[in-house]
């Protein structure tokens, strides 16, 4: 790509790089991906952007001269990416880096585990259906995790310390248990979003939810932050390990519900009430591995696109509740796929939002 540097204020300080899903945004604050600073007497610069990426999207690409008086960007740059006949590269997801419990002995894709199986760093002896990386379908070039990519790494410049990139070949999975054989006392806590951030109407909302508890030591990876913000942050290992004191919870009997509350706290309008396996992407409740290794319930909450009832507006409160059905198969399971338990899990703390029960917490929120 090439691109006009800045009319005004000299030459530029830095290039500014941006990549975006959605056509036309690329060049918004949010979707910056890494600043690239000038260096005297050099005139060509190398970025390789294979963090994420995931096959069949189109990505947009915009890189903008950038000094003191603003930024000059390029236009958008737009690739499709696509594996081929199964043997491209269809993208990589985040490694589980933390500490989790099976509460019913069931993985996040919803596939029984293995009774014979634990959790271990032999390749062979992986128990697939926990649905943590590796997956069935990655093949490694070792026989034992974990597995760190020389093409992968990533040099801390202060300290020297080597990082080994998420959502790429670079394979390791922390410490599992399965859970049915005891009930689990959690504390659930939201996602800090929800309170700490102006919501509004035009918003589209992160919904997080995170289930954990106490346990003895448990095998976890060092994760660091190496670069980027928000839904472009990328983050690492530097391959060493520490023992966990706390594990994240996956019950697969979670639910979700949405309410619109009116002045005096009644309910006027409920856009989603569904358990986790009504379907997948976004406007569905899922389990899932972010970027820094963790376990997470997320939906993404598309507000600005919801369509409102006659004379109800999305200003105001909306109460967000998340509890744990009796078992998990409710509406929404797909011809029993997924196989039956009975919940395992007893909610004994909120750290934050509201406790209503051992098996449901809530938070309101304010809409703008």
Do not use: C
Request: charged share 15%; hydrophobic share 35%.
């Amino acid at each position: 790509m090439t691109w006009s540097p800045p009319t005004t204020g000299g030459a530029p300080a830095s290039y500014e790089i941006y990549r975006s899903i959605t056509a036309g945004t690329a060049f918004l604050p949010d979707n910056k991906l890494i600043s690239i600073p000038v260096e005297a007497g050099k005139s060509t610069y190398t970025f390789i952007d294979n963090a994420g990426l995931t096959a069949v999207d189109t990505y947009y690409w915009v890189v903008s001269a950038k000094n003191a008086s603003g930024e000059t960007p390029t236009p958008e740059f737009a690739l499709k990416l696509k594996g081929s006949g199964g043997t491209g590269d269809v993208g990589f997801g985040n490694n589980f880096s933390a500490a989790l419990i099976f509460a019913d002995d069931i993985g996040i894709t919803g596939l029984a585990l293995d009774p014979s199986k634990s959790w271990t760093n032999v390749l062979a002896s992986i128990d697939f259906n926990t649905g943590l990386r590796p997956l069935s379908t990655e093949v490694l070039p070792t026989t034992t995790l974990p597995y760190f990519d020389p093409l992968t790494a990533y040099p801390d410049t202060t300290t020297g310390v080597i990082y080994y990139k998420q959502q790429t070949a670079s394979t390791w999975q922390g410490q599992w248990v399965r859970g049915a054989g005891a009930t689990q006392q959690v504390t659930a806590k939201w996602g800090d979003n929800l309170v700490s951030q102006s919501l509004s109407a035009n918003s589209t909302i992160r919904i997080e939810m995170v289930l954990s508890e106490a346990v003895s030591a448990m095998t976890s990876y060092t994760m660091k932050s190496l670069y980027g913000a928000k839904a472009n942050e990328i983050q690492g290992t530097d391959g060493t390990t520490y023992d966990n004191l706390t594990a994240f919870v996956f019950a697969s009997n979670a639910r979700l519900k949405i309410e619109k509350l009116d002045s005096i706290g009644n309910t006027v309008y409920t856009p989603y009430d569904q358990n986790l396996w009504a379907g997948d992407g976004p406007g569905f409740l899922a389990g899932e591995v972010n970027v820094s290794g963790n376990f997470t319930y997320g939906f993404v909450w598309n507000l600005k696109n919801q369509s409102m009832p006659t004379g109800i507006d999305k200003t105001g409160t909306w109460r967000i509740t998340f509890s744990l059905d009796s078992d998990n198969s409710a509406a929404g399971n797909p011809a029993g796929s997924i196989p039956l338990a009975v919940n395992h899990t007893a909610i004994i703390a909120a750290g934050n939002g509201v406790l209503d029960s051992a098996t449901q917490v809530h938070i309101d929120i304010n809409v703008q």
